[in-house]
């Protein structure tokens, strides 16, 4: 039995956002938001139903079709995404009051990163007087005008996870919003706050009506979004099952769609990288969200004759981190977001030890936390690169030290894997890192740490995703591109924007 704590910042939580009103649920069916540290209902939202998933739908189709946002200007659209990031940064309390209570980040940490937010929607603004929305394009003949026109691809649906909602909900809704597109947010069940802090700053800035639609919706509800024609595209971040089933859904109406997906990523430890720095870096990164980061490093590779060291100075290390309540200024991990979270990751702590790995420190609930979905932070070393613990995203506090017999196979053991989102290549020598880093099949890699940056462009190959978010890259998706042959350059009167604006 859950009872209730601190009131969230949400003002319309049992209402929708769609086509610039908060409205009424089709049924009285509601969700709630437990608070992860003390498994106490933190808040309740509507849940949407099919009804009310077509409802915003149409919204965003009438405002793409009939309404004024596509028509306008791509500087004329950077201005609301200037109040957009102005508002957010005005809202960053209200998201150290949400966040760590729907997933558990460390409050003392959430400022900071937040910055992330109003830089994106800053940095996709200033993308309206840089990027080429109209090019002249020299014609194949040799006759005529050509040009290529960056045209918005249309309504977006953008499924949100509950691990980092508020950032990915700005690198999907700033450069499609910057594009012209108008957009369904659906927001996930265990995190649905940052949604509605969005959906109250579009009312805020005046987005025109239908322009941004917000509802938060369970996995039956939410396909209706994505097998909806009425959808020209979806943009996705979650698991790598649940991609392949949007991926055939959008594949069957030939749908746009981009898929941020899992992630099994490898830290390749090369033998001029001294241990203890390789620990300390490898420790805050699984510490940061309990672990539950789809671009985590959770393969640590190591030359065969270091392995025990790697092993000895992580569990060190994850020995000395305070577990608990995410507002408690000393604790360093708070809690994973649920109880299903928390039973999947002991369910692949017991598998690790089934398969004969050795559990050198964690994966149980921390003696003295009675309440909460705590877990310790977990590593095991003798992990065989075929084992499910090194195959399986665990999207948790767990690691797995690999040992390998030289740089070669470490390079062979770290490109083993059905994903490719991230990796890392721990040397002194940047020279080395790149020859390494360009050797690994993975989206992005970093030296020395998970150095994953959206600001340039994050994504992953293989069963890791299709199509990049951040950067001038996580634009492309948002835009069809028209050619445009006419007989002359076209005379721009000086009330026309010119080419490229």
Excluded at 264 to 279: G, P, Q
């Amino acid at each position: 039995m859950t009872t209730k704590t601190t009131g969230s910042p949400i003002a319309n939580s049992e209402k929708f956002y769609i086509d610039g009103k908060w409205v009424d649920p089709s049924t009285n069916h509601t969700i709630d938001v437990v608070e992860a540290s003390t498994e106490e209902l933190y808040f309740t939202v509507a849940e949407a139903e099919a009804a009310d998933v077509a409802r915003a739908v149409g919204a965003a189709r009438r405002a793409f079709d009939e309404g004024p946002w596509p028509r306008m200007s791509p500087t004329r659209r950077a201005e609301y995404l200037r109040a957009i990031a102005q508002a957010v940064a005005e809202r960053v309390d209200d998201m150290v009051q949400l966040w760590p209570r729907e997933s558990g980040v460390i409050a003392r940490v959430v400022p900071a990163v937040m910055e992330e937010v109003p830089a994106a929607f800053t940095y996709y603004a200033d993308l309206a007087d840089r990027y080429p929305f109209e090019q002249e394009a020299p014609t194949s003949s040799g006759e005529g005008f050509g040009m290529i026109v960056g045209e918005p691809v249309g309504v977006v649906g953008a499924i949100i996870p509950w691990n980092t909602p508020m950032h990915l909900i700005a690198y999907k809704l700033a450069p499609a919003l910057l594009a012209g597109c108008t957009v369904i947010v659906k927001a996930s069940p265990e995190a649905p706050g940052a949604a509605y802090v969005i959906a109250e700053i579009a009312e805020q800035v005046g987005l025109p009506p239908g322009v941004v639609n917000v509802l938060t919706a369970d996995r039956e509800a939410s396909e209706t979004l994505v097998s909806d024609h009425r959808v020209d595209k979806i943009t996705f971040t979650g698991s790598t099952e649940v991609g392949k089933r949007i991926a055939g859904i959008m594949a069957e109406r030939i749908g746009r769609y981009t898929l941020e997906l899992g992630g099994k990523s490898a830290a390749v430890i090369l033998e001029d990288m001294d241990i203890a720095e390789a620990a300390d870096s490898l420790t805050g990164g699984t510490c940061f969200l309990s672990g539950q980061i789809c671009a985590s490093l959770t393969r640590i590779i190591v030359p065969r004759h270091r392995h025990d060291e790697m092993v000895e100075a992580l569990a060190d290390r994850f020995s000395r981190i305070k577990v608990g309540n995410p507002f408690d200024p000393s604790v360093e991990m708070g809690p994973l977001t649920s109880q299903r979270q928390r039973e999947r990751v002991e369910g692949y702590v017991q598998i690790g030890k089934d398969e004969g790995a050795t559990l050198a420190f964690g994966g149980s609930r921390p003696k003295d936390l009675n309440r909460g979905w705590f877990i310790e932070p977990t590593v095991f070393g003798n992990v065989d690169n075929s084992s499910r613990i090194a195959r399986e995203e665990i999207f948790g506090p767990v690691i797995s030290v690999i040992a390998a017999a030289d740089e070669e196979d470490a390079i062979r053991v770290a490109n083993d894997s059905v994903f490719g989102l991230n990796a890392a290549v721990f040397t002194r020598d940047a020279a080395r890192g790149r020859e390494v880093a360009r050797r690994l099949r993975a989206g992005t890699v970093g030296q020395n740490g998970n150095r994953a940056d959206f600001g340039i462009g994050f994504g992953g190959f293989k069963q890791s995703g299709i199509g990049r978010e951040g950067g001038v890259a996580g634009l492309l998706p948002y835009l069809e591109n028209k050619t445009i042959v006419l007989d002359q350059n076209p005379c721009l009167s000086s009330s026309e924007e010119q080419l490229g604006k």
